[in-house]
């Protein structure tokens, strides 16, 4: 992480499309977080949390309140939490869906479908061993929210709480009655245009 090319907050509010005092309000409630070299320094923010202002744009714009991007901000940041320690070997997403019980008979037809060496199956056992039995879906959050052609769809249940997904099918078969759904390669093109991110990838 120390390698990684941060921006300024002028940047961020440029590459996002988000207004200052949009920002400057983030901050405060803690819904974007910057980095500081030392105290006297200007707030720096990394990749992530330009794409996550692009995100409360987004939201901002579709006139969500603070509610509602707390709690997806909340949900995102735990993905990350998940996704982060993550090796990010070949086919690694393949990963996701199995069970423990099926491991190695998946991993057979892995091999088979993509010709991977013994190293390539330890490389995948050991994604495997990280992932928390049942939180798949959360890391497929984190996925789709990095890749530049992903999707995220916010809904909000009966109860008034908001919901993250990756599936307009998942949220309404689970109890939503209508959907947002935000497109992340659109929202955050400015951010693929600059060619620091081309360097951070």
Known sequence: MDTEELFSRADLCRLSGAPEDAVVFWLRQSLLAGQQ???????RFAQREVMLAALLNEMRRLGLNIGAMRAVIYQLRHAFDLYDPLPKVRFWVDMLNLETSALDGELDVLRER?????????????????????????????????DEHGSLVIWV??????????????ALSSGGRSALLIDTGRICSELAADPRHAESD
Do not use: I, K, M
Not at 117 to 135: F, I, K, M
């Open 114 to 146: 993509w010709d991977l060496t013994e190293d390539h199956l330890d490389q995948l056992r050991a994604v495997h061993s990280l992932l928390p039995t049942g939180r798949s879906q959360e890391v497929w959050l984190a996925v789709d929210f990095y």
């Open 157 to 170: 249940d009966d109860e008034g709480c908001w919901h993250l997904t990756n599936s307009v099918e998942d």
């Open 37 to 43: 070299r030392n105290p006297r320094a200007h707030l």
